[in-house]
C-alpha cells in the first residue's frame, strides 16, 4: 500500500496505476507479443543502418587522437597529459582512451564502434528491466526500450568510441535505479558512482531519480547516500578541474549563460526528437522514404487496433505530482548542459533526455484509453518511421564523409612532405549534403587538429594546417604553404 504523504514518485505512480495488472488483468498473447515484435523490429533496424558504419571502421575526431597520441607518449604518458588537461572531470574517458588505442593496435577500428552499440543495447535491457520492476505491464517495457533505441540522431552515442562514456554512463544509471528498487542500497550508490564519473548529467538528476523509484521505506537512506555522493563528485570536479580552456568559464559567466541564448533552449530539443534530421531523412531517401513512412503508419494502426491493452483508471493528482517530478529530472539532466560555456547542443548531449523520455512513455501509455489508439498508433508509427529514416542518413552521412576524409588525406599525402604547412580554405561544415547536426556531419578537415591527426592516421604524413572554414569570408593566402588550395579542388570525384 503506498504510504500517506510520501510524494510524487515514479515507482509510487506505476504501483498504484497497475495494481488491477497483478493478478487478473494478465496481459493477452497479443498484447505481449506485439510489444516484443516491436522491439525485435527496433533493434534490427538499429543494427541494419549501424552495419555500414562498423564495415567502414573510420575513427572521428577525438579518436584519431586517442588512437595516435599513445604510440608517440606512451599509454600511461598519454593518460597522464589527458589528467592535466582535464582533471578528474569524466574519468570514464580513460575508458575511451583503453578501448581505441587497443583496437587501433590490434584490431579493425569497426570492433570499437561495436563496443559503443552493445552497450546501448544493454541500457534498453535495463530500461526494460526497470519499468517492469515499477510494474509497467506488457507490453510498455518493450515499447519504451524500442523508443530508446530509434532515437533519431542516436548513433553518435552509440557508434562514436570517443562518446562511449554516454552510453556506459546511462547503463550504469540504469543499473543504480535498479538496485535501489531492490533495495540494494549499497550497490546502487557504486553504479551512481559510475554514472557520475561517466556522465556529468547524472550528477544532480540521479539522487532525485534514485528517490523516484526506491520504495517508500528506503527512501531517506537512499536520497541522503545519492546527495553525499553527488556533493562528493561535484567537490571533487570543483578542486581538480585541469586546465583544458574550454573548461575555463567562471561561475558568473555560467550563471549569467542561463539568460542568454534562449534560442538555445528550443532548438536543442527540437533537434534531438528529429525535427530537422527527419525531414532531412525524408528528402533524402524520397521516394523510398514515402514507402517506409507509409509503412510506419499501417504497422502503427495495426498495433494499435490489435496489440494496444485496455487502460488502466488512474488518479489526476497523482499524474500532475508524477509530471511535476519529470519535469524536474528534465531539469536536472540539463542545468550542465545549460551552464556549460560554450554551450554544446550535439545529439549525444540529449541522449540522457532522450531515455528519460522514453522511460516516461513506458510508464504512462498504460493510462491511454482504447478510444482513439489506431490514431495515436499511426501517428507513433509515422515517427518511428520518420526516426529510422533520420538514423540512416546518420550512417550514411558517417560513411560517406570518412570516404571524404581519406580520399583527402591521400591527395594531400601525395602533394607535400614531412613537416610541410597546408592551407585548406573554404572548408565546409559536411563533407556531404544533407547533413543534420552533430558530431557525425562535421567533418575532419574543419579543425587544424583533426586534420592532422587525420592526415597522419590515413597516410603517415605529419603537416601543419592552417584551415579557412567555408564562412569565414576569409581568402587562400598561400605565404610559406607549401599547398595552398580549395576544399573542393582535393575531393576530386568525390565531390
Known amino acids: 500500500m503506498k504510504e500517506r504523504g510520501s510524494g510524487p514518485s515514479l515507482a509510487g505512480s506505476a504501483d498504484a496505476t497497475s495494481a488491477a495488472a497483478r493478478g487478473d488483468r494478465v496481459p493477452a498473447p497479443a498484447v505481449r507479443l506485439g510489444g516484443r515484435l516491436l522491439l525485435g523490429a527496433a533493434s534490427v533496424a538499429l543494427v541494419a543502418v549501424s552495419v555500414p558504419v562498423m564495415l567502414r571502421g573510420a575513427p572521428l575526431a577525438d579518436d584519431f587522437n586517442n588512437c595516435l597520441a599513445p604510440q608517440d ?38 570492433v570499437a564502434i ?52 554516454v552510453p556506459i554512463g546511462l547503463a550504469a544509471a540504469m543499473g543504480s535505479l535498479i538496485a535501489h528498487r531492490s533495495r540494494r542500497l549499497w550497490m546502487g550508490v557504486l553504479l551512481g558512482l559510475v554514472a557520475m564519473l561517466s556522465l556529468e548529467q547524472a550528477i544532480l538528476a540521479l539522487p532525485f531519480a534514485a528517490w523516484l523509484v ?39 559567466s555560467r550563471v549569467r549563460g542561463l539568460f542568454t541564448d534562449l534560442d538555445f533552449i528550443v532548438d536543442f530539443p527540437a533537434a534531438g526528437i528529429g525535427a530537422e534530421s527527419i525531414p532531412l531523412a525524408v528528402r533524402w531517401a524520397f521516394p523510398v522514404s ?31 505530482r508524477t509530471l511535476i517530478a519529470i519535469m524536474l529530472l528534465i531539469v536536472l539532466i540539463n542545468i550542465p548542459v545549460l551552464l556549460n560555456q560554450p554551450r554544446q547542443g550535439s545529439p549525444r548531449i540529449f541522449t540522457p533526455t532522450w531515455l528519460l523520455l522514453a522511460a516516461v512513455a513506458g510508464l504512462w501509455l498504460v493510462h491511454v ?98 584551415i579557412h572554414q567555408a564562412d569565414g569570408g576569409e581568402g587562400c593566402p598561400e605565404g610559406d604553404s607549401a599547398l595552398a588550395l580549395p576544399f573542393g579542388a582535393l575531393r576530386g570525384g568525390d565531390g
Open 73 to 110: 607518449m606512451g599509454l600511461a604518458g598519454f593518460m597522464s597529459e589527458s589528467f592535466e588537461r582535464l582533471g578528474l572531470i569524466r574519468p570514464a574517458r580513460f575508458v575511451e582512451i583503453l578501448l581505441t588505442t587497443g583496437v587501433c593496435q590490434n584490431l579493425p577500428f569497426g
Open 369 to 466: 484509453r482504447r478510444s482513439g489508439v489506431r490514431i495515436a498508433g499511426t501517428l507513433v508509427g509515422l515517427y518511428l518511421g520518420g526516426a529510422v529514416l533520420s538514423l540512416a542518413l546518420s550512417a550514411w552521412v558517417r560513411v560517406e564523409t570518412a570516404d571524404v576524409v581519406e580520399h583527402v588525406s591521400r591527395e594531400i599525402a601525395e602533394r607535400t612532405s614531412d613537416g610541410d604547412v597546408v592551407t585548406l580554405c573554404e572548408v565546409p561544415r559536411a563533407a556531404v549534403a544533407p547533413a543534420p547536426r552533430g558530431a557525425f556531419a562535421v567533418q575532419d578537415y574543419l579543425y587544424d587538429w583533426a586534420a592532422e591527426d587525420a592526415l597522419r592516421y590515413y597516410t603517415g604524413r605529419q603537416a601543419t594546417f592552417r
Open 114 to 165: 561495436a563496443v559503443g552499440l552493445s552497450v546501448t543495447f544493454v541500457v534498453a535491457f535495463l530500461l526494460r528491466r526497470l519499468l517492469s520492476m515499477l510494474r509497467s505491464p506488457a507490453p510498455w517495457p518493450d515499447v519504451a526500450a524500442a523508443l530508446w533505441l530509434l532515437q533519431p540522431l542516436g548513433l553518435e552515442a552509440a557508434l562514436w568510441p570517443a562518446a562511449l562514456h
Open 290 to 320: 514515402v514507402a517506409v513512412l507509409a509503412a510506419g503508419a499501417a504497422t502503427g494502426w495495426l498495433w494499435g487496433a490489435r496489440a494496444w491493452p485496455a487502460s488502466l483508471s488512474t488518479v489526476r493528482s497523482s499524474n500532475i
Open 214 to 252: 526506491s520504495p517508500a521505506e528506503s527512501r531517506r537512506r537512499v536520497v541522503i547516500a545519492m546527495t553525499a555522493l553527488s556533493a562528493a563528485v561535484v567537490v571533487a570536479y570543483l578542486l581538480v578541474p585541469g586546465n583544458d580552456p574550454r573548461l575555463s568559464a567562471d561561475a558568473t
